[in-house]
């Protein structure tokens, strides 16, 4: 079965200091691969997606950039943080091997307070 | 990116009660996904739906795929503490770009 490996859980950090989130998919190959972002518990904001490795598709422009280094990594990262980065971050898969119609499926997140 | 509307923002109400939301889109959807998201977790699956007048059953869960393929409806029957949290609908475009809608706070009253 496929799962999906988020980390850290938690992260607390200053502002102006780098950022490395990871997601790892298991159990399946070539999926597409999201970011999104959550502020107070409400509204999943899509951050970037990926259809392939080195394939990164942004849709808002942001202090974030991402990379697939990988088939199932997926990295967040920022070089300087600001306050407003904030929030929840959830990586998400979907696809794969599975046929289109497959629904996107969530790791457990990371708590990201930029202090 | 597309928008999704999702109502009520919240709801409180008396465990046992039924319970109906639904999701509006500017535009037209082939795959509706209801989800369910518990405080500090990521967003579970729930029910996928992928034709137009589709219903669909899990467990007390029931959702529908509107006709006009511009929104969906989830129903809870019968609501048990554990059912608190937050729903959100969700689509796919046509280039897997999945879009959120703005999601409906749950409590249950025991």
């Known amino acids: 079965s496929q799962t999906i490996h988020q980390w850290p859980a938690t992260l607390v950090q200053p502002v102006g200091s780098p950022l490395s989130l990871e997601c790892t998919v298991e159990?399946?190959?070539?999926?597409?691969l999201y970011w999104y972002r959550q502020a107070a518990g409400r509204g999943l904001q899509l951050l970037f997606y990926s259809v392939g490795i080195g394939q990164i598709s942004s849709e808002v422009p942001q202090n974030l950039s991402a990379s697939r280094p990988q088939d199932r990594q997926f990295i967040l990262s920022s070089k300087k943080l600001l306050l407003s980065d904030s929030g929840f971050y959830l990586c998400?898969?979907?696809?794969?091997?599975?046929?289109?119609?497959?629904?996107?499926?969530f790791g457990n997140g990371t708590r990201l307070t930029v202090t | 990116g597309q928008q999704l509307n999702q109502s009520p923002q919240s709801m409180f109400i008396q465990e046992g009660e039924d319970v109906s939301m639904n999701c509006t889109s500017s535009?037209?959807?082939?795959?509706w996904l209801w989800y369910k998201q518990d405080p500090g977790e990521g967003p579970v699956l729930l029910i996928a739906?992928?034709?137009?007048?589709e219903l669909t059953s899990n467990g007390r869960l029931t959702a529908q795929f509107g006709i006009t393929r511009k929104d969906s409806f989830l129903n809870i029957s019968a609501s048990i503490p554990s059912d608190v949290g937050i729903y959100f609908c969700a689509g796919p475009n046509t280039g897997n770009q999945f879009y959120f809608g703005t999601g409906t706070s749950l409590t249950v009253i025991p």
């Open positions: 739906l992928y034709k137009a007048g």
């Open positions: 535009s037209i959807f082939n795959t």
């Open positions: 159990g399946t190959s070539n999926p597409n």
């Open positions: 998400a898969w979907m696809g794969g091997h599975l046929s289109y119609n497959s629904p996107l499926h």
